[in-house]
Nanobody, 128 residues
């Protein structure tokens, strides 16, 4: 069992920056979160993968729409996942979710149905 709690959302003007955090708590010490990611869902749209990281490595994935603007990182000592978002655009407006999966794979999962733990979400609003 893994509990994920996001923070850091808010409102910003286009071109601004925000940093999202996701604190992970494992109820069982032996639980391994092999991959963690950030997803977002805008009104009327499906949840989409934004970025993901292979835990304990520097192997990452970014959606084409955020490459060069967003950076995913992980502080294992603090059990915290981050998403640094720069050069924000109005189309980045959405609820952002932190996700984790305890299923080992040989690739970074990028689809929502590949993750089995989710945070409650944090709103990001970018105005033009």
């Amino acid at each position: 069992q893994v509990q994920l709690v996001e923070s850091g959302g808010g409102s910003v003007q286009a071109g601004g920056s925000l940093r999202l955090s996701c604190a992970a708590s494992k109820y069982t010490a032996s639980t391994v979160t092999y991959y963690m990611g950030w997803f977002r869902q805008a009104p009327g749209k499906e949840r989409e993968g934004v970025a993901a990281i292979w835990s304990g490595t520097r192997i990452t994935y970014y959606a084409d729409s955020v490459k060069g603007r967003f950076t995913i990182s992980q502080d294992n000592a603090k059990s915290t996942l981050y998403l640094q978002m720069d050069s924000l655009k109005p189309e980045d407006t959405a609820i952002y979710y932190c996700a984790a999966t305890t299923t080992p794979r040989r690739y970074i999962p990028t689809m929502a149905n590949e993750y089995n733990y989710w945070g409650q979400g944090t709103q990001v609003t970018v105005s033009s």
